[in-house]
């Protein structure tokens, strides 16, 4: 489905004024961007990240956890509890595991593996669960020298430049201390930066050399939100930081063939629907079906990125950020020949229109075939459970029906909470083994779910999953309550 391509009406003020001015760079130096040319095998055109089974993977889940930045030990603030409980309640299937690189190499040249055994247990926790665990190497702000978190200290080039502490935190990314991080990594200044470069991508080697074998883990992000320091835009994108993934990938592969690869846009502009510089990628595995390389963009509207809520005249301004971030999304995913899962979206709950806005995104992932990691399962004001684990008003709304794992190409899928009814509709293709799974929540379907379709169904009340068996040819199924 196209959408007219949206412009977004800018707010004002301070940061707004920053914002708009990068933003207008930007808007003149990407300019409208073709579709690429790769064959669509899905009526939702793009391609499907399977299981094991073959089955098209609807990753649903949250990102864990924000407080692995600030943690020495470099551990979310979950237990194994906490992970049950989120499957309980919410049905996720998929986690964003975040990673620093401080612990993954704390020296030059030394990778911390009791750090990754650390990591690896928790990957089992959710594996447990039947969660699909998306290793997320994560920065914000390049790290803790410079005020942010990821990169290790003897990493951080400054050059004597500082970081001071700003409100909003993003608007650190311009603090020269680290701008002039970003600038020594990326080779834009005092040295080609390829040493460390070469160290970064020597670590997503490791993570993956670890990982390798590990049936929980999908894939790696190979960078989260990526900022080009004084290189910004397609010069940015289509430069360093192709040429860094390729890296990253031809050196993944070296020892994982078959883990997937998950590709971030720079964040400023991609996230508010704006067009990406970022090429397509070689797999080394192969072109077309053979390859493993994922999109994984961030969705944060501009008037929300600032604040703001989903009512009134910004709501109007965000529809039109979606619209073109959509439109966007699925041109670059085209390109790259790269399924979609939206690495990150999420706000406050607490603002004015935030579970009409939570509910808007998710119909829209359900209507572009793509997964989406919600940011974040930390406890407080944006998840969906509070500082004493008490649910927030966000977890009803992403408690939500929605196959799990489709046994062919999904066509549609889609719930209709007004009639109480879930459709799904798929191609059943050759070689797929196991049974398209839905998941039916308890506040929707108490006593579980009447599929009508023909398909032959099993009901398993203790994870609310129905399976739904069927061979080859195209299947439509309505599931409504049982009475
Ligand atoms: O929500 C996070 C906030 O508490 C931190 O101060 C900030 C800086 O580390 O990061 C926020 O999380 C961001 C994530 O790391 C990257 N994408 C946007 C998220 C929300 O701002």
Do not use: C
Not at 17 to 31: H, I, T
Not at 82 to 97: K, Q, S
Not at 105 to 132: F, I, M, N
Not at 350 to 378: H, T
Request: proline share 7%; aromatic share 8%.
């Amino acid at each position: 489905m196209k959408s007219p391509a949206a412009r977004p009406t800018w707010v004002t003020g301070a940061v707004g004024a920053v914002v708009l001015a990068v933003a207008a760079a930007l808007l003149v130096a990407v300019g409208p961007r073709g579709a690429g040319a790769a064959p669509a095998d899905t009526a939702s055109g793009h391609r499907w990240i399977t299981d094991r089974q073959g089955r098209a993977l609807v990753l649903r889940g949250l990102s864990t956890a924000s407080s692995t930045k600030g943690a020495p030990d470099g551990m979310p603030w979950i237990e194994e509890k906490d992970v049950a409980r989120e499957r309980r309640e919410l049905g996720t299937n998929f986690v964003r595991f975040l990673l620093q690189w401080r612990k993954v190499e704390p020296s030059p040249g030394t990778y911390d593996r009791t750090y990754l055994r650390q990591v690896a247990e928790r990957v089992r926790w959710y594996g447990k669960r039947g969660h699909h665990v998306l290793l997320d190497m994560h920065q914000d702000l390049y790290g803790p020298r410079v005020g942010g978190n990821g990169a290790p200290a003897w990493a951080t080039g400054t050059d004597g430049l500082t970081s001071a502490p700003t409100d909003p935190w993003e608007l650190g990314y311009v603090e020269p201390g680290t701008v002039r991080a970003f600038d020594r990594f990326w080779g834009t200044v005092e040295g080609d930066g390829r040493d460390l470069r070469k160290h970064y991508v020597g670590a997503l080697r490791e993570v993956a050399r670890h990982f390798a074998a590990d049936d929980a883990v999908i894939g790696y992000d190979l960078m989260n939100e990526p900022w080009g320091g004084s290189v910004q835009g397609p010069a940015f994108e289509s430069g360093p930081l192709a040429r860094l993934y390729q890296d990253a990938i031809d050196a993944i592969r070296t020892v994982d063939r078959d883990h997937w690869l998950f590709v971030e846009p720079s964040a400023i502009g991609s996230n508010w629907g704006f067009a990406t510089g970022l090429p397509r990628l070689d797999d080394p595995r192969g072109d077309g079906d053979a390859a493993r390389i994922a999109y994984a963009p961030h969705l944060y509207p501009l008037p929300m990125d600032l604040g703001g809520g989903y009512t009134g005249s910004t709501k109007a301004q965000v529809d039109r950020s979606l619209r073109a971030w959509r439109d966007q999304t699925e041109k670059t995913a085209r390109r790259l020949g790269a399924p979609v899962v939206i690495g990150e979206f999420g706000l406050d709950v607490g603002l004015p229109g935030a579970m009409e806005y939570v509910e808007k995104v998710q119909r829209m992932a359900d209507d572009m075939g793509a997964g989406f990691a919600y940011w974040s399962n930390d406890p407080g004001t944006w998840a969906p459970w509070d500082a004493k684990l008490r649910p927030t008003r966000l977890l009803p709304v992403l408690d939500r029906p929605a196959p799990l794992a489709v046994a062919g190409d999904p066509v549609a899928y889609r719930w209709d909470a007004k009639r109480k009814a879930l459709t799904v509709s798929w191609r059943g293709t050759e070689g797929v083994r196991g049974g398209t799974e839905v998941r039916l929540p308890a506040r929707h379907f108490p006593r579980g779910g009447r599929a009508q379709g023909g398909e032959a169904a099993s009901w398993d009340p203790k994870s609310r999953i129905l399976t739904l068996t069927s061979g080859p040819g195209t299947h439509s199924v309505r599931i409504t309550p049982h009475a």
